[in-house]
């Protein structure tokens, strides 16, 4: 196991992504002066966002229907606990997005090689109440 959003398990029988990028973004609201550089003011935390990206090859390894498994999930519009292999827990997110190319096609039409790229944001971890796969709130450690 990699990682796990919900009940999906990344993994090398399911989906095992060889990049993993993050990036935080932080608000900060700017006020014009004249003849100075504007004031700015620190709002919060912005958007938290990760992507994850690698490619599968059904014949040797990963599986084309987790594919449409996270693409499932997306659909149901709830937010995911998101935990790693080593217990780290990451918060609540969300599936923004979901991209897939296949190259290297059998005679049949299957693509032999699938690039992917899923586009994960963190969302409001106070909302446990919109999870899904959650029972509870003591079901989550943030």
Do not use: H
């Not at 609540?92 to 690039?115: M, N, P, Q």
């Amino acid at each position: 196991m990699l990682m796990s959003l919900g009940q999906f398990v990344w993994g090398i029988n399911t989906l095992a992504y060889q990049q993993l990028q993050r990036q935080n973004n932080y608000r900060w609201a700017a006020n014009n002066r004249v003849g100075q550089r504007p004031s700015r003011q620190f709002l919060g935390p912005g958007d938290d966002t990760i992507t994850l990206s690698g490619w599968i090859s059904p014949e040797l390894c990963g599986d084309r229907t987790s594919l449409d498994q996270l693409r499932l999930m997306a659909e149901q519009g709830t937010p995911y606990v998101l935990v790693d292999a080593t217990g780290t827990v990451f918060g609540l997110w969300v599936i923004e997005g979901l991209s897939e190319t296949g190259t290297i096609f059998r005679i049949d039409g299957k693509a032999r090689r699938i690039e992917f790229t899923v586009t994960l944001n963190r969302v409001d971890d106070d909302r446990i109440d919109q999870v899904g796969m959650i029972t509870s709130a003591q079901d989550v450690i943030v």
